[in-house]
């Protein structure tokens, strides 16, 4: 594990990881939760994650916005990109939710950007947990 990862983050909102959940349970990959706070003052933290075309990505954000409904009964706050999900942004105030794909991911490369922010991978975090 680099210095870039972290075991796991101290301030980030509880929806975040059940975000992070979700999209790994639809196949989201490289999932990734950065602490971003106190570099940004204006949300908490971003979730990030990818898919492999629009139509995974679509798949994986209508999870998101299903999972977080359950759990808290909010949609996001605003939505962008879902005209042709390559970059879809969910807005949940406390934190952002990034579904790319791949390649958009690739070039834009907000974890590089944001690379002072502490972050987990969080299938590894999943598994982990997992393991007991």
Known sequence: MTDRFHESLHDIPELAE???TAAVAKGGERTVIMEVGELLGITDAFVITSGRNSRHVRTIVEHIERTLKVSNGTPPLQ????DDY???LLDYGDFLVHVF???TRDYYDLERLWGDAPCILWEDTLARSARG
């Open 18 to 20: 059940v975000a992070a």
């Open 79 to 82: 939505v962008e990109g879902d």
């Open 86 to 88: 390559r970059w879809v």
């Open 101 to 103: 794909l791949e390649e």
